[in-house]
Each structure stands twice: as C-alpha cells, then as structure tokens.
C-alpha cells in the first residue's frame, strides 16, 4: 500500500504544483491585461477630444471660408476645394490661395495637424485593441488549463481509497492550519463599515460580503480575486474562517459575472466533514437563497469552481 501511497501522493502534489504555477501565471497576464485596457481606455478618451476639437475647427473654418468667398468674389478659394480629392489636399490648396485670411491659413495648419494626430492615435489604439485581444485569448486558454489542473487534482484525490484516503484527509487538515497560520490572525472585526463603508449594489453578493469584511477595492465579483492580490491581501487555496471565498465565472452555480462568499466554518468542525467548509452569501439562487437573502451551503474545499480565498493584507 505504501507505494501506491507515495505515488498518489506524489501525483496529486505535482498537479497542485502545475495548479499554483498556472494560477501566478494567469494573475500575471490579467494584471498585463488590465494595464493594456486601461491603456486603450485613456487612448480613446484622446481621440475622442480631438475629434471633437476637430468637429469644432471644421464648423468654424466653414464659417470663414464663406465670409471670404462673399467678400472677395474671386473663385480661387471655390477651386482649392472643389478640386481636391480629399480633405487634406483642400488643406494644403486654401493654405496656398492668396486671397484667404491668416486666420484660415492658421485655422487650417491646426486642422492638419489634429487630423495627423488621429491618425496616431488610431493607429495605436488599433494596436492596443490587437494585443489586449491576443492576451485575453491567451488568458482564457490559461483559465481553462488551470481549471483542467484542478479537476485533475480532485480525480486524484477521489480515487484514493482506505488508509489512504484518511492520510489524505490528514494532511487536508494540515493544510487549513497551515493555511490559517499564513493567512495570520483575523482583524478584531469583519465590519464593513467605518472608514472602508460598503460602495456595492444593495442586495448582491458583493454587497453581503463588504458587510461581514472590509473591502476596499472595487469591481465585479469575478474581479475580486485580482482587485484584493493588488491592494496587498493574502490569497489562498484553502478556507479560513472570515475569509472570502471568489468563485470562477460560471462555477458552482455562480453567474457570468462571478461570486463570492463569506466562509463561517471549516471542517471538521460544527457537523462539517473534513475537506469541507460551509459559507453563507447572498443573490444565490439556491437553498432558499436569492437577491437580498442571506443562504448557507457546505463545499469541498477543493471545489473546482472556487478560484480561490482571500485573507488579510
């Protein structure tokens, strides 16, 4: 039996291994995605005001241009545009007619000059968009091989039978201690009030858990995970009692948009088995539960829609 221990053993450590490796990897590329969206959000912004600047300057170089042709009568201003076979070439015409003002010549070279940097500015955004959608294609292949990982680990962990089973239950236990002594020791309240307050949607799950812990970051639950490993909170893979528990978009019945919970209890302890933990939330249609309703259900702690746990900073 032993043997047979070992390499069991051994086969669930190296799957937890490629499912820790996986996990720093898809956090990493998330944060590079994140950096790139807000990068492509402040480029858009840009180009944004300069089209609208542009817009402006357009309206009044009409303007003027009418006034000249009025006044002048000569045709040398009507041929510049009516000649031209785009907006640029009209520029370079009517700053080389004579009869157009200085204030249009410099309305004009201002008009070149925003149009050119448009035109950067698309282009980079072009760019950005590019890579920022390569980079989520490669996180989502990322999210499923760590999902793959962890669905491994619990086939591992299932197939073990007898004596081995219950060695592995022990260091199961183990694990929680472990995980509880680095996720240090809890604050002296899980309040969400006072100088952190609760800025989430009555009634969601986001907002029940900023009322059993202070949460200062923002986002959508499927955001949490990433959001809180920013502000400099510890993160795990194993329940602590009062830490947060954020699940995979999709998993374990959560929406597109993720969820999260609030872990009360931890096996075994309270009826708990071992290798389980029990959470309450909110907005989880299930057990009774729903928008505004606090319900309370038990998971394996190595459930494989859970992304992880979030302790302390």
Not at 28 to 43: C, I
Not at 213 to 234: E, H, I, L, Q
Not at 253 to 271: K, L, Q, R
């Amino acid at each position: 039996m032993q043997p047979g221990l070992h390499a069991a053993g051994g086969a669930v450590s190296a799957a937890e291994n490629a499912f820790s490796t996986q996990q720093s990897k898809v956090l990493g590329e998330q944060a590079q995605l994140d950096q790139l969206n807000h990068q492509l959000m402040t480029l858009n912004q840009q180009l944004t005001a300069n089209q609208a600047t542009t817009a402006v300057d357009k309206h009044d170089l009409a303007v003027i241009l009418r006034a000249t042709w009025e006044t002048s009568g000569g045709s040398q201003v009507l041929a510049a545009i009516l000649s031209a076979n785009d907006f640029t070439q009209a520029m370079d015409r009517l700053q080389n007619a004579t009869q157009v003002s200085k204030q249009v010549t410099d309305l004009v070279a201002h008009l070149t000059t925003e149009n050119a940097q448009i035109k950067t500015d698309q282009a980079q955004i072009e760019a950005q968009f590019a890579q920022a959608s390569a980079l989520q294609a490669d996180l989502s292949g990322q999210s499923g091989r760590l999902m793959a990982d962890l669905m491994n680990r619990n086939d591992l962990y299932s197939r073990l039978s007898g004596p081995a089973r219950q060695i592995a239950a022990e260091i199961a236990t183990i694990d929680n201690e472990i995980a509880a002594d680095e996720a240090g020791p809890p604050p002296a309240s899980h309040s969400g009030g006072g100088s952190c307050g609760n800025h989430f949607a009555y009634g969601q799950c986001t907002w029940y858990v900023a009322t059993r812990r202070c949460v200062p970051w923002s986002g959508s639950a499927r955001d949490w995970y990433y959001n809180a490993a920013a502000m400099g909170y510890k993160e795990g893979h194993q329940p602590v009692v009062g830490a947060i528990v954020v699940f995979w978009p999709g998993g374990d019945g959560a929406s597109s948009a993720g969820h999260v919970a609030f872990v009360e209890a931890v096996g075994p302890a309270n009826g708990i088995p071992n290798g389980e933990f029990k959470l309450s939330e909110m907005n989880y249609y299930g057990n009774g539960g729903g928008w505004d309703r606090v319900s309370y259900r038990v998971l394996p702690n190595n459930s494989s829609g859970i992304q992880g746990f979030i302790y302390w900073r």
